[in-house]
Structures are given as C-alpha cells and as structure tokens.
C-alpha cells in the first residue's frame, strides 16, 4: 500500500516562511517524480513544483525564487521552502507522488498567509 502524508502547513504572515515536507511510501519514492499542487479556495488545483528521482526541479513562474523544492532520498521525504509568503499562496497544498504511470495523493496541507 502506498502512502503520502503531508505536513507542516499553518498560519504565517505575509513576507514568512514555512516549510513543507511530504513522506511517501519507501517502496515507491526513489523511483517518483514528487510534485507539489495547491488548490486555493473556489480554484482549481493548479502545480507549483516538481522534483524528479534524479533532483531535476521545476516551478510555476510565481514561485520561483521565493519556493525551494528538495528531496531527503534516506528519509523518503520531499520537502518544500516556502519563502516570502504572500496572501495569494493561501491555499491546501498537494503532494502527489507519480511513478510507474500512476498518481498517489496526500490529502493536502492547509497554508494560509495573513496581510
């Protein structure tokens, strides 16, 4: 069975930080592409960033910069840096592991960004 799990949402203000980590069954991640997703209120569910198995990343054009994806292999976790938060990244944030030609889903982290 395979699970991903998310954490570290939560409440910040505008210009902090947070970070993310996402833990994925250790039979499937050193083979996935992990990806992180968010879904802001009334929104579709939209991609910030990926890291392959080989660490190549990449970011939606509103984050870069500002979010840092990285992978801990040993531990089986992708993690997520979010820095100078703004209150448009107020969204549940997604981690979906894709390997094999099949999507695993976290059930999502809530971050939301005060002004």
């Known amino acids: 069975q395979v699970q991903v799990v998310e954490s570290g949402g939560g409440l910040v203000q505008a210009g902090g930080s947070l970070r993310l980590s996402c833990a994925a069954s250790r039979n499937i991640f050193s083979f996935a592409t992990i990806g992180w997703h968010r879904q802001a209120p009334g929104k579709q569910r939209d991609l910030v960033a990926t890291i392959s198995s080989g660490g190549n990343t990449n970011y939606v054009d509103s984050v870069k910069g500002r979010f840092t994806i990285s992978r801990d292999n040993a531990k089986n976790t992708v993690y997520l840096q979010m820095n100078s938060l703004k209150p448009d990244d107020t969204a549940v944030y997604y981690c979906?592991?894709?390997?094999?030609?099949?999507?695993?889903w976290g059930k999502g982290t809530l971050v939301t960004v005060s002004s």
């Open positions: 979906n592991a894709a390997v094999f030609g099949v999507n695993y």
